[in-house]
């Protein structure tokens, strides 16, 4: 053969931040992106919503203005009507108005606000870790880090207060019905006004953020683990996480390209494994904490829950999440794929993750509902749908997507209740950020509704222990990395808030979670947070790789304990029956 194509083309390295530097992808970006594309999906998710926040206060001046000319004038039964009907029109249309400005307000947050935030804080601590990294010692790391938050916020709000300043002069406060008669005029005052507003509230938050994040508990690796309690039972888990299955017999992976594995034998080797360590000590829980798929496509699905079946007590015991490469658009071959935010392909990819969490665990968890009560169980909760999510699998569609909307978000926390009042429960959580642009699809999110109705649903256990599992890593860990890269775009974007409000359930709670491809157990004050490596990844196939199974333990006054992992090893392709643990 010329090329023997079971060894892949640098086709396979496209999208592969391991093979190829991020400015190269970049440039491969601008010269595969779809201009009108990129356009409009800016427009929708940038400029309209700036454009509806400024508007708001003009219409709510202009309603004001004329409630006061017709109180003014109130003479006569006409007037009065008059003033009647005004009043009900405000009364009627605040609301949607005010739910309107508050999304898009939070549409530019998450998009933009919180996002520049974390940039800014990640790139002063690389920076300064850079320079005095190694001459300081776990308490330097993190004294360090929490200034290098401080800097961030202060400069952030500088920047943001400065912005406000530019934008003032061109913005407009108060209008009249008339004016709105013109919008062209208000084109400029309109995008002034949000512009003021987000700038106004990036100054207050980001300052709120620098110190918040400076006050808390700064991640450090975990100092000692716990001894087994004679008087409390003990729960082993597998963990799990991007296993990053493919549907094809010699493809290579979207992150490593042809520095990784091909196929997925290995992952039948660690399933076969893990099935045989169950067999001689049973397991508890296997979690799987996201990226179950390469790129979410349906043949890959297939694959993983035809292996998953191949071993039904370990399926029985399967807990999983949607990782970003399940949900969110990648492509192997074009790092400058695109979905515009009504995609059905950003739909179709949410029903097959939620089909084949419902296919492994639908009737074991439970979904949280409005009122915080982990009420019916997934397969109950999505039966009403099943007809709708079949229609849009089968022929696809802008309408049936639309008809979909909201329905993967209204099913996280689920919630895997303790078999005893003091048992081990689960709290799963969806932590993938909104994102329609395979260069960042990686970036993570746990909203702040997500997150109160899971807080409510864990008080239904006041006795409880629990796993509070998500794919992507809360904190960027205390250890050297060599490119910014590494550092940014992949964290939760929250994560130190989500650290802060997990503060509660300290010392009965472990946070669990994959994302990062690294193993690493560690703490942030007493709350243990535990990353997975990933079985299949950053190894080419002669190579050995590794997970762990994690054993907890109930301990006295309702404490979690965490006893040394047992590191359970997969040896590669050229010594694939040599595996030990």
């Avoid at 496209?14 to 093979?19: I, K, L, R, V």
Wanted: aromatic share 6%; net charge neutral.
């Amino acid at each position: 053969m010329l090329i023997d194509p079971r060894h892949g083309d640098i086709e396979d390295d496209a999208a592969s931040p391991g093979q190829r530097s991020l400015l190269a992808i970049a440039g491969s970006l601008l010269v595969e992106i779809s201009l009108p594309k990129l356009l409009f999906a800016w427009t929708v998710l940038l400029l309209l919503p700036a454009v509806l926040l400024g508007l708001a206060p003009l219409l709510v001046s202009a309603w004001l203005s004329t409630l006061s000319q017709k109180l003014a004038a109130l003479t006569g039964i006409g007037t009065t009507l008059a003033l009647l009907s005004i009043v009900a029109v405000g009364w009627i249309g605040w609301r949607p108005l005010f739910r309107s400005a508050e999304n898009n307000f939070w549409s530019l947050n998450a998009l933009a606000v919180q996002p520049g935030y974390a940039f800014t804080r990640e790139a002063l601590r690389h920076l300064t870790e850079r320079i005095w990294g190694r001459k300081l010692t776990v308490t330097g790391r993190a004294k360090l880090r929490s200034a290098n938050s401080v800097a961030a916020g202060i400069m952030l709000s500088a920047c943001a207060v400065l912005i406000a300043m530019l934008a003032w002069p061109a913005s407009r406060w108060t209008g009249g019905w008339n004016d709105l008669v013109l919008l062209h005029r208000l084109a400029m005052p309109t995008l002034a006004n949000a512009v003021v507003l987000v700038s106004a509230y990036l100054a207050v938050a980001s300052l709120i953020w620098g110190f918040a994040d400076a006050s808390m508990h700064q991640p450090v690796d975990l100092a000692a683990f716990d001894t087994t309690s004679s008087r409390g039972r003990s729960w082993r888990v597998a963990h799990l996480s991007d296993l990053h299955v493919i549907g094809e017999q010699y493809g290579f992976r979207i992150e490593s390209g042809r520095a990784g594995p091909r196929g997925n034998g290995r992952l039948d080797r660690v399933l076969a494994h893990l099935a045989a360590i169950h067999a001689n000590d049973p397991l508890d829980h296997v979690l799987i904490t996201g990226d179950m798929t390469d790129a979410g496509r349906a043949s890959e699905w297939a694959t993983f829950l035809d292996a998953i079946a191949q071993h039904p007590q370990l399926a029985a015991r399967t807990v999983m999440l949607p990782g970003n490469h399940d949900v969110n658009i990648v492509d192997r071959a074009n790092p400058a794929r695109l979905d515009l935010p009504f995609s059905p392909g950003k739909r179709l990819r949410q029903i097959r993750t939620l089909s084949a969490m419902a296919a492994v665990q639908g009737n074991r968890v439970r979904v949280v509902d409005a009122l915080g009560k982990p009420n019916v169980t997934l397969n109950e909760a999505l039966a009403p749908h099943r007809d709708a999510i079949a229609a849009l699998a089968e022929h696809g569609g802008m309408r049936r997507a639309a008809a979909l909307r909201g329905l993967f978000d209204d099913q996280f926390p689920m919630i895997l209740p303790p078999e005893a009042e003091d048992g081990l429960g689960v709290a799963i959580l969806n932590s993938n950020a909104e994102t329609h642009f395979s260069f960042t699809n990686a970036l993570g999110v746990v909203c702040v509704e997500q997150m109160h109705r899971c807080e409510a649903a864990i008080r239904h256990y006041p006795a409880a222990c629990w796993i509070v599992a998500l794919h992507h890593h809360v904190v960027e860990y205390p250890m050297p990395v060599k490119a910014f890269s590494e550092r940014i775009g992949t964290a939760l974007i929250n994560g130190s808030w989500f650290v802060r409000r997990l503060e509660a359930l300290a010392g009965r709670a472990v946070v669990m979670h994959g994302h990062r491809h690294i193993d690493w157990i560690g703490a942030c004050g007493p709350l243990k947070i535990i990353s997975a490596p990933s079985p299949v990844m950053n190894a080419t196939d002669d190579m050995a790789t590794q997970f762990y199974i994690h054993t907890l333990t109930a301990g006295p006054d309702g404490q979690l304990g965490l006893l040394p992992p047992q590191r359970v090893e997969i040896a590669g392709e050229k010594n694939a029956s040599g595996v030990h643990s």
